[in-house]
């Protein structure tokens, strides 16, 4: 069986369950992630979508733009996950929520060309200005 890690939003009614590796491990610098969570970064934790389940509560959504979801607690506000139709079979959720936040270190940083000034970039990862894959 796989290995499972759990995690969830503050106030405790969303809880979720990850299985296995994530497929990758981002830390972002965009401004859709500053504004949907008010933190300066965001990282993440992209799992293939069979691969996350939501065992607790219910997932409330907010699409920024047509099929792209990001998942929260309606009752805390904690942004949970991700996803988007144009990227279909993945699931991300975010690193900071899981109950051992350091179980899945992000492996690069993305969308660095919308870094803020006074936050500083993690020198031994990769950059990327954009997404990592272009
Ligand atoms: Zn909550
Ligand atoms: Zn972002």
């Not at 299985?19 to 799992?47: E, K, N, Q, V, Y």
């Not at 509560?57 to 144009?86: D, I, M, N, Q």
């Not at 940083?109 to 031994?124: A, K, M, Q, V």
């Amino acid at each position: 069986m796989e290995r499972t890690a759990e995690g969830g939003c503050r106030c405790g009614a969303v809880r979720y369950r990850v299985a296995g590796a994530p497929a990758a491990t981002t830390h972002c610098h965009c401004s859709d992630c500053r504004r949907m969570t008010g933190a300066p970064t965001l990282a993440w934790a992209i799992f293939p979508e069979d691969n996350v389940a939501i065992v607790a509560g219910e997932l409330a959504v907010h699409e920024t733009s047509p099929g792209v979801e990001w998942g929260f607690c309606a009752k805390c506000g904690s942004t949970l996950t991700y996803r988007r139709a144009s990227r279909p079979g993945l699931f991300d959720v975010t690193t900071a929520t899981l109950d051992d936040p350091e179980l899945f270190p992000p492996e690069k940083e993305i969308w660095t060309g919308e870094r803020l000034s006074w936050i500083r970039s993690n020198p031994d990862v990769p950059h990327f200005p954009r997404t990592a894959t272009g």
